[in-house]
């Protein structure tokens, strides 16, 4: 079993920058790919990044690829999303996940039915 549990969220200005965190509890959390979802006013929840369990590598939505950043402490059982030049569009809840893909062979997947565990998520709203 793992709890995540999303902090860091708030208002801001077009421009800014803010980062998430999403504190984890269980042994396990190395070896679960970490995710960011997140979801607007009136719409579906969305993929926005992911960090492998297995390879470390990151993967981004084309809407936030250049401007945000996962980031995952294995000691601190902690991921961060680090969010600069936010627009007003990225306002959203934005939810954390895990996956607990089992073989580092199986693809990364950025379907939140995939997903296992989540956080109660976190609101940030950037006003233009």
């Known amino acids: 079993q793992v709890q995540l549990v999303e902090s860091g969220g708030g208002l801001v200005q077009a421009g800014d920058s803010l980062r998430l965190s999403c504190a984890a509890s269980?042994?396990?959390?190395?070896?679960?790919?970490m995710g960011w979802f997140r979801q607007a006013p009136g719409k579906e929840r969305e993929f926005v990044t992911v960090k492998s369990w297995s390879s470390g590598r990151a993967y981004y939505a084309d809407s936030v690829k250049g401007r945000f950043t996962i980031s995952k402490d294995n000691a601190k059982n902690t991921v961060y999303l680090q969010m600069n030049s936010l627009k007003p569009e990225d306002t959203a809840v934005y939810y954390c996940?895990?996956?607990?893909?089992?073989?580092?062979?199986?693809?990364?997947?950025?379907?939140?039915?995939?997903?296992?565990?989540w956080g109660q998520g976190t609101q940030v709203t950037v006003s233009s």
């Open positions: 269980g042994r396990t959390f190395s070896s679960y790919d």
């Open positions: 996940a895990a996956d607990a893909r089992r073989y580092s062979w199986a693809a990364v997947s950025m379907a939140q039915n995939d997903y296992d565990y």
